[in-house]
């Protein structure tokens, strides 16, 4: 620091030096050199004296000489001060940035920076440069990146977690750098860590996170201060054999200048969970196994080496089977390490292998009868999931070379009779029947079977059921009648079969080259799961307003068995918006070329005998008048089939120049309002009839039409032919039936001998 001095001092301690070296000869030493010789000392950039900074502070300073020159500087911090001198931290620079650290809990401490200059001939400034200043930092934060999840699951005795920690003040420069370690409790609820201390208490979330957050130190508040934080430098923690029992894990950060984590909270620090002994193995606890097949609706999961009973997956001989899977062991903090698989045979399993995440299994492997697919997965704790898939497979016999055509007639329609609102309007379930068996399927001089869903369904609680796949493989066409009480409490067969489990029996039926015709009221709700989901999507599409994921998935139906990208539905009774209106189906161009003709709703006034009362009774016209059917949809077909841009070359289609899913019949509707003197229906020129090639489900890298592997030709139509007159019903089904029964997934006919009906109830 500057202190007095002045030549006249300067030139009279010379001359007496010089005066006394003179009259003393070599007796007397030469006196010191005075203090005013020190090299001084200045900081010049520093907090101001007694402010409050943040933890890195740049400091400043600089020295002179009078008699030579500066040449490094001695500083100290703190405690160092009260050390002497020439015993502090030496430098040649001018500046430097510190880290002053604060106490942990108060995140905040007061500090001493002096710095004192060093010239050539070893003086140094006896009156350092000093300022005294606070430094504060705001707390780090951190959170468990991986590990049990907090609400209590069953983990294996070798578990681990992995967290991450943000301080935001701790670079240099003040902005968010990483924090520099952190610290854990392993909680063992009921337990003591030490003697002479209490058990922790039972688990209660509250209790422990305030137990947690009540301590300001390295332990736990008395009386559990037996339980002591530990350090940790990394990002991760491995427990290895841990005792079975309840768990509560906590992490806390603490960044480089000492501040400690707080108000710590559960699920981001602290996690709760119950460790499993380590024999005999428990069902569940293991790698978290997830498959993927093509003819499921929804994914297999499987965990542990146990796997518990599953349903066999059912296809038809001929089908090729796609699955695909992965595993995660981060609900125990483990990383997996491999998968193996086998069908049938396991005894020589191949290697784990991080790469073998999915096979194909083709029909020379799937030969009739039952076989099994085993998926193995392992972590780095060594801890297996074992899935075993069953698979059944069933011979078609309606592609046995020379079999005669067959038909099932699906009745999943359940007409409820004549009511008071609507009086002759609905047929009873027993006169529908009656039309079909002995009016209209005679009509296609193929026999046929009925199979009744309702009465299949009498006296289960599932309520209406479906055919199974074994049902079905006798039969080259399906015809389904499907009515329009359809929802989540009384789910139709078709519904059911499409999307209560996770595979449809009708799906793999068609995926191994039967034929459909599909017919009845509020197809699109039948099609699709939620209901509603091509009638919410139809302005936009299924394809645009859907991304990929389970709601996309479960429009597998209406996307690559139908075509269909939306529904225009008929389902509120008033006239004013069009309602019950429905009364022709008009074919298209195409529908022409196929051998369809116009087909008319029958309908007329009460007493004239026809199917469909036009007004069924009096009130108030604008609920009562019904001059066409109601539940009939509109159906908007999708601009690319499946959604996929380049269809033909996806699905490989049996006639690729031809669109895979074609318009056949068009709605007619009458006019909105009262009297019909509005505008045209709301449906009108939307699709009510369409025509399905056989075609791939896109399964293979390099898709080419093959008859033995492809869907089944198809013909959808969004009316009930119950109600068309009955020519008119004819004429539609026997076109429907001839385009499917030339379905190339079908046998070549066989030469027909005398025309005979054979019909069978299944009950």
Request: aromatic share 10%.
């Amino acid at each position: 620091m500057p202190r007095q001095s002045g030549l006249l001092a300067w030139a009279l301690a010379i001359t007496l030096g010089t005066a006394c070296l003179a009259g003393c000869a070599n007796s007397v030493k030469p006196p010191l050199r005075p203090a005013s010789l020190d090299p001084e000392t200045e900081l010049t950039y520093a907090p101001v004296e007694n402010d409050t900074t943040s933890v890195h502070v740049q400091l400043y300073w600089n020295g002179f000489d009078r008699d030579g020159e500066v040449v490094k500087f001695y500083f100290a911090v703190d405690a160092d001060t009260a050390l002497p001198i020439t015993e502090w931290k030496s430098t040649t620079a001018k500046d430097s940035t510190f880290l002053f650290p604060v106490d942990p809990v108060a995140a905040s401490r007061f500090h001493v920076f002096m710095v004192s200059a060093v010239d050539n001939d070893g003086r140094y400034d006896r009156s350092p440069a000093v300022r005294s200043f606070s430094s504060r930092t705001k707390q780090p934060t951190s959170q468990i990146t991986k590990g049990p999840s907090p609400y209590n699951p069953l983990v294996p005795p070798t578990f681990a977690f992995e967290w991450s920690g943000t301080d935001p003040d701790g670079s240099e420069r003040g902005g968010p750098a990483p924090v520099d370690s952190f610290e854990y409790l392993l909680l063992r609820i009921g337990e003591a860590a030490g003697p002479g201390h209490p058990a922790l208490p039972y688990y209660n979330q509250n209790t422990y996170v305030d137990l947690v957050n009540a301590g300001v130190g390295r332990t736990l508040p008395a009386p559990y201060d037996d339980w002591k934080w530990v350090g940790i430098r990394g990002r991760g923690k491995r427990f290895s054999n841990v005792a079975p029992g309840e768990c509560v894990f906590v992490e806390r950060a603490i960044d480089g200048a000492g501040a400690i984590e707080k108000e710590l909270k559960f699920v981001t620090n602290i996690r709760h969970f119950t460790v499993a002994p380590a024999s005999p193995p428990v069902v569940g606890l293991g790698p978290w196994l997830t498959i993927v097949c093509s003819s499921l609706t929804r994914p297999i999961n499987a965990s542990g080496p146990i796997d518990v009973p599953r349903d066999p997956i059912q296809v038809l001989e001929g089908e090729t089977i796609s699955f695909s899977w992965s595993a995660s062991a981060d609900q125990y903090g483990g990383v997996v390490v491999g998968y193996t698989y086998a069908l049938d045979d396991t005894t020589h399993l191949p290697n784990p292998d991080l790469l073998a995440t999915g096979t194909t299994l083709t029909p020379g492997q799937l030969y009739s009868g039952g076989h099994t697919l085993f998926i193995k997965v392992i972590d780095d704790f060594g801890l297996v999931t074992n899935a075993a898939i069953p698979i059944l497979v069933f011979h078609p016999t309606f592609k046995d070379p020379g079999t005669a055509r067959e038909i099932l007639y699906v009745d999943d329609s359940l007409g409820p009779g004549s009511t008071p609102s609507r009086v002759g309007n609905f047929p009873s379930d027993v006169e529908e029947t009656s039309w079909w068996t002995l009016t209209l399927l005679p009509n296609l001089r193929v026999p046929f079977t009925e199979w009744d869903t309702y009465l299949a369904g009498q006296g289960d609680v599932e309520g209406r059921k479906p055919p199974s796949l074994n049902d079905l493989a006798r039969y080259s066409t399906v015809i389904w009648n499907v009515d329009f009480n359809n929802g989540d409490y009384l789910p139709t067969g078709l519904h059911k079969t499409l999307f209560d489990d996770t595979q449809s029996s009708l799906a793999a039926y068609l995926r191994g080259g039967g034929t459909l015709i599909l017919t009845g009221f509020a197809i699109g709700s039948n099609v699709s799961k939620p209901t509603s989901i091509l009638y919410a999507n139809w302005s936009r599409g299924i394809c645009a307003g859907l991304s990929p994921g389970p709601a996309y998935n479960l429009t597998y139906f209406s996307r690559t068995y139908m075509g269909v990208d939306g529904a225009l539905a008929n389902g509120a009774g008033l006239r004013t918006i069009g309602a019950r209106d429905f009364i022709a189906a008009i074919p298209t161009a195409a529908g022409i070329a196929s051998g369809y003709d116009s087909a008319l709703v029958d309908r007329g006034s009460l007493g004239s005998g026809a199917k469909w009362i036009t007004y069924p009774g009096s009130g108030e016209p604008n609920t009562n008048n019904a001059p066409g059917l109601p539940q009939v949809d509109g159906l908007i077909m999708a601009q690319n089939f499946g959604c996929q841009p380049n269809a033909s070359a996806v699905f490989a289609p049996e006639n690729p120049s031809q669109p895979i899913a074609q318009p056949v019949l068009l709605y007619h509707g009458v006019n909105v309002g009262i009297n019909e003197e509005g505008a045209p229906s709301p449906r009108e020129g939307t699709v009510v009839g369409i025509q399905v090639q056989a075609h791939g489900l896109g399964q293979v890298a390099t898709p080419v039409f093959d008859p033995n592997r492809s869907v089944g030709r198809m013909v959808h139509l969004t009316f009930p032919l119950y109600f068309l007159r009955d020519q008119d019903a004819v004429r539609i089904l026997r076109a429907a039936y001839a385009y499917v029964s030339a379905s190339p997934t079908l046998p070549s006919r066989p030469a027909r001998s005398a025309h005979v009906n054979l019909i069978w109830t299944i009950v």
